[in-house]
């Protein structure tokens, strides 16, 4: 399936999710381990194929960015992001991201689809705050979201329950005037000098 070079970085770039998308979705967070750590569909049910469309869907009629997170190099999906609990009036989002390949986690492409999605969130989007919540176990993702500049805010105790375990959740922010953009000022400076 080809995929659009929607906003490029330096070792991924972001294409728009469609409904094909979702057979990929389904195989990722069937994976326990997985969705374990992203906390995402298919822990709580059976994490069905159309379960898959319909949460795509959800994302498309609420006008949430939703992106493949695809490898520059190969051109192979390795995983999605989005934004979502958009909430116009107050300029803020929740952020949602899952490197689905495993042997793509820990290479730095996390944080580089992460900082185009935040790019298309603050400069496109008009965001002025995004926030994220993960399990404290997630120690990966922690220090992916530290990387590309997110604040530690709080902590949600006892916020997840797997069989007999509790698991407090980390809560992280990041301010439009704390972010750099990789993608999206750049390109409208070099698009504007261009019809000069």
């Known amino acids: 399936m080809p995929y659009v070079r929607k906003l490029i970085g330096s070792k991924t770039y972001l294409s728009p999710v469609i409904h094909e998308d979702a057979a990929l979705l389904y195989r990722w967070h069937s994976n326990l381990e997985t969705v374990f750590l992203a906390q995402g569909p298919g ?5 069905t194929a159309q379960e898959f469309k319909d949460f795509i869907d959800s994302f498309h009629k609420k006008v949430w960015p939703m992106f493949m997170i695809v490898d520059l190099a190969s051109d192979e999906p390795i995983g999605w992001c989005a934004l979502w609990n958009i909430k116009a009036a107050r300029s803020q989002a929740e952020v949602a991201i899952l490197i689905g390949e495993p042997d793509r986690r820990g290479q730095g492409r996390g944080s580089d689809a992460l900082r185009l ?5 603050f400069n496109l989007r008009n965001l002025n705050r995004v926030e994220l919540e ?4 997630n120690t990966s993702a922690i220090r ?4 590309v500049g997110f604040k530690h805010i709080g902590t949600r105790r006892q916020a997840y329950i797997h069989g007999q375990k509790k698991t407090d959740s980390v809560l992280m922010d990041l301010l439009a005037e704390e972010f750099d953009s990789p993608f999206v000022i750049p390109m409208i400076g070099g698009a504007q000098s261009g019809t000069e």
Do not use: N
């Not at 999605?117 to 969130?121: E, I, P, Y």
């Not at 993960?134 to 176990?137: D, F, L, M």
């Open 144 to 147: 992916c979201y530290e990387k």
């Open 134 to 137: 993960t399990a404290v176990h």
């Open 43 to 47: 822990l709580r049910s059976s994490g």
């Open 117 to 121: 999605l935040l790019d298309h969130g």
